[in-house]
């Protein structure tokens, strides 16, 4: 393993005071916790929060800033955050109005989430959650009860964060998010496993001519490994699965996002969303946005995953198309 790092045990404290100091204009860290809170004037909005373990960056912290996240909470390496840590994060954006949580579909992310609620609720913070399910790889995987949150996920914080931006209530925030997380659909297949800094070691081990279909963002199984195919086989067997989840019909608005999952170049990801764009066509739907790069990581691991939107609302559309000011939204 060739890792640029000092102390394994360290690397997550390390990272997040680097990204606060790099990106000092837009965000900073919540002293002796590790929550990245943006820097912006609080003016009675709704607060967005979210999180989850690290290794999956630019996820969270990435996406604080204005028109997005207002804080995000991180866990060391691929396990969830603490409560105590989420409570804090709660505490520090919170503008009085409410907070909302996004919360990926993994079982100790859900049980801490949930937890800070209860406490901050405690302290008269009144908060909502929205647990996000996108994954229709698999269901009741490791760590997971039903579909696992994956990079769909990242679609949500900017449509709710949009959302928070206007004003919208904490009622009127959470009916949202109800509508909205169903109408986002993900699967995604790796190359390779990721290596964890601690573990040294491959999360999992394929041959040199396998891929795995339907994988998570820790490395969990998914649904069939098979020999390597063209780039035009994997977007058919992808593309197929989604249209297959939505029941699509044709001329039905969505919208596309390849995301890489930290070890495959842009080239790469380029050629695979030339690839779908043939089948969207093929099957006449109305693509209205697009979206390629690595966003919801794993590491190092090697792959890719494809989202679909189905923008039901025309809302929606403006609300990934406003720009955010955030680290990584682009």
Do not use: C
Request: no cysteine.
């Amino acid at each position: 393993m060739k890792k640029i790092m000092n102390d394994p045990s360290q690397i997550v404290d390390e990272m997040l005071d680097g990204l606060a100091y790099a990106h000092n204009d837009i965000v900073e860290r919540l002293d002796g916790f590790d929550v990245i809170v943006r820097k912006s004037e609080k003016n009675n909005k709704v607060a967005v929060i979210s999180g989850g373990g690290a290794g999956h960056e630019p996820s969270h912290a990435g996406f604080v800033g204005e028109g997005m996240l207002s804080a995000a909470v991180s866990g060391p390496v691929f396990t969830s955050p603490a409560p105590d840590q989420i409570v804090e994060a709660i505490k520090a954006a919170d503008e009085g109005v409410g907070v909302f949580l996004v919360i990926k579909n993994y079982s100790g992310d859900v049980m801490n989430f949930e937890m800070a609620q209860e406490l901050a609720e405690m302290d008269d913070i009144e908060v909502e959650t929205i647990i996000v399910d996108d994954d229709i790889g698999v269901e009741d995987s490791l760590y997971t009860q039903g579909k696992r949150g994956v990079a769909g996920t990242v679609l949500v914080h900017k449509i709710i964060g949009y959302y928070a931006s206007q004003g919208k209530t904490l009622a009127e925030i959470k009916k949202i998010a109800d509508t909205l997380v169903p109408n986002i659909h993900t699967i995604g297949l790796a190359l390779t496993g990721a290596t964890t800094p601690e573990g040294g070691k491959p999360s999992f081990n394929l041959a040199d001519d396998e891929i795995e279909y339907g994988v998570g963002i820790h490395g969990e199984p998914g649904y069939r490994s098979e020999k390597l195919k063209p780039s035009k086989g994997l977007a058919q067997e992808l593309v197929s699965k989604l249209l297959e989840s939505f029941e699509a019909k044709e001329n039905e608005k969505y919208g596309v996002f390849v995301n890489g999952m930290g070890g495959t170049p842009l080239m790469e990801q380029y050629v695979f969303i030339n690839d779908v764009r043939q089948l969207l066509e093929d099957s006449k739907l109305d693509v209205v946005y697009k979206k390629v790069g690595d966003n919801m990581t794993s590491l190092e691991m090697q792959g890719l995953s494809l989202t679909l939107i189905k923008l039901e609302d025309n809302q929606w559309l403006e609300a990934l198309n406003t720009p955010a000011k955030t680290i990584a939204w682009k």
